[in-house]
């Protein structure tokens, strides 16, 4: 007679089976929590550093608004008018157009 018996290795392995896929989720887990907070950091450093760039491209604007305003100012443009020479035209002739014929 033969006796059947079942195999208690068998529930032995399963718990090792879903143990290891258990560690694999969790590392997975892991590994995706810490890649995302480099990312983080990365960006966050970038954020700063393009920060830092607009702070310095903002007050490089100002200057050069600064040399403009001051180059059109009404002082110096009668100023550098002189000095080439032109005069003020009391009563200016503006260009005129002549009426358009139809033929």
Do not use: C, F, H
Request: aromatic share 4%; proline share 4%.
């Amino acid at each position: 007679m033969t006796i059947i018996s079942p195999n208690r290795n068998q529930r032995a392995a399963r718990v090792r089976v879903l143990g290891a896929v258990a560690l694999a989720v969790v590392g997975i887990g892991v590994a995706a929590t810490i890649a995302s907070y480099a990312s983080t950091v990365r960006l966050e450093y970038r954020l700063t550093v393009a920060e830092r760039n607009l702070g310095k491209l903002r007050a490089e604007n100002a200057d050069l608004a600064d040399r403009l305003y001051s180059t059109l100012s009404a002082e110096n443009l009668k100023r550098t008018a002189l000095e080439l020479g032109l005069l003020i035209e009391p009563r200016p002739a503006y260009l005129e157009t002549a009426p358009l014929s139809l033929r």
